[in-house]
Antibody
Framework: EVQLVQSGAEVKKPGESLKISCKGS????????IGWVRQMPGKGLEWMGI????????RYSPSFQGQVTISADKSISTAYLQWRSLKASDTAMYYC?????????????WGRGTLVTVSS | DFVMTQTPLSLSVTPGQPASISCKSS???????????LYWYVQKPGQSPQLLIY???SRFSGVPDRISGSGSGTDFTLEISRVEAEDVGVYYC?????FGQGTKVEVK
């Protein structure tokens, strides 16, 4: 059974750093892309970026380039989304999802999401 | 970059009646490999999104056959032949790295 298990909810202050995780199981982690999707409160889905754990090839949406860092540790089948300095506007639910095919990006399975709250 | 435009943005349907959602892309979605990477997802209340349809018209595992997808080029449609209470949620089309705005489906 494919599973993407995300780390728990976080409450942070503006300016703090954060790294959230997504652990894949039930499939070959290195052979499928893992992407991150933001959902701000009451809003739609926004594609942030994606990584291929096999070779760490990473692509970002222009809207998120330079704002976050996506990485993966294939030895523990885990992908990460990281911020160096959080802003209140980063408050959102963040989902990870795996690609349905190894050579294309659209997703099939999704994690349950990590809620990030940034407030002073 | 692609722009995906969904209509309507909300829909209220009587159980047992059909529902249809349109998704239009700013550019053709026909890829050079011959596939068309248009996907449909539903996000039910309090849940993460789940895949319904991939490559325009293929149902994902466990999706009932009253849910279907069609279209080509820049125009795509998701249809629910007989809406049930469990179909409540927000439906999104997606291409590559672009989501539509979402269509909220309510069951009367």
């Amino acid at each position: 059974e494919v599973q993407l298990v995300q780390s728990g909810a976080e409450v942070k202050k503006p300016g703090e750093s954060l790294k959230i995780s997504c652990k894949g199981s039930g499939y070959s982690f290195t052979n499928y892309w893992i992407g991150w999707v933001r959902q701000m409160p009451g809003k739609g889905l926004e594609w942030m970026g994606i990584i291929y754990p096999g070779d760490s090839d990473t692509r970002y949406s222009p809207s998120f380039q330079g704002q976050v860092t996506i990485s993966a540790d294939k030895s523990i089948s885990t992908a990460y989304l990281q911020w160096r300095s959080l802003k209140a506007s980063d408050t959102a639910m963040y989902y990870c999802a795996k690609s349905r095919e190894s050579d294309s990006w659209p997703f099939d399975y999704w994690g349950r999401g990590t809620l990030v709250t940034v407030s002073s | 970059d692609f722009v995906m435009t969904q209509t309507p943005l909300s829909l209220s349907v009587t159980p047992g009646q059909p529902a249809s959602i349109s998704c239009k892309s700013s550019q053709s979605l026909e890829h050079s490999d011959g596939k068309t990477y248009l996907y449909w997802y539903v996000q039910k209340p309090g849940q993460s999104p789940q895949l319904l349809i991939y490559e325009v018209s293929s149902r994902f595992s466990g999706v009932p056959d009253r849910i279907s997808g069609s279209g080509s080029g820049t125009d795509f449609t998701l249809e629910i032949s007989r809406v049930e209470a469990e179909d409540v949620g927000v439906y999104y089309c997606m291409q590559g790295r672009t989501f539509g705005q979402g269509t909220k489906v309510e069951v009367k």
